[in-house]
């Protein structure tokens, strides 16, 4: 059973730093793609950013500079590092995994929904 649990949002001012952590279980032995998705009020979801098993990561052009993932294999946590946080990027974020690649963020972030989905993390950007 696949398990993806967020943690780390807050408030932040604009131009700040915030990084969220994903424990996930069940994805080991298994071919899991992991990353992120993000949904701002009144808008649909859509993928900020997906981690390759290269230990690659592809990002959505709104985000490309600014936001880097990671992955601790040791201890089964995904990373996403924050920087230079804006009004826009108030959203709910979440830990995603699938069993394809999430190559088509950088390309067409709102392409599908990802399989498994943690329960989100709240980001808030304001002065």
Request: hydrophobic content about 30%.
């Amino acid at each position: 059973q696949v398990q993806l649990t967020e943690s780390g949002g807050g408030s932040v001012q604009p131009g700040g730093s915030l990084r969220l952590s994903c424990s996930t279980s069940g994805l080991t032995g298994r071919n899991y793609f992991v990353g992120w998705f993000r949904q701002a009020p009144g808008k649909e979801r859509e993928g900020v950013g997906g981690y390759e098993n290269d230990g690659s990561a592809g990002y959505a052009v709104a985000v490309k500079g600014r936001f880097t993932i990671s992955q601790d294999n040791a201890n089964n946590i995904l990373y996403l590092q924050m920087d230079s946080l804006q009004p826009e990027d108030t959203a709910m974020y979440y830990c995603v995994a699938d069993s394809e690649s999430l190559w088509w963020i950088a390309y067409n972030p709102t392409y599908r929904k990802p399989l498994h989905w943690g329960q989100g993390t709240q980001v808030i950007v304001s002065s």
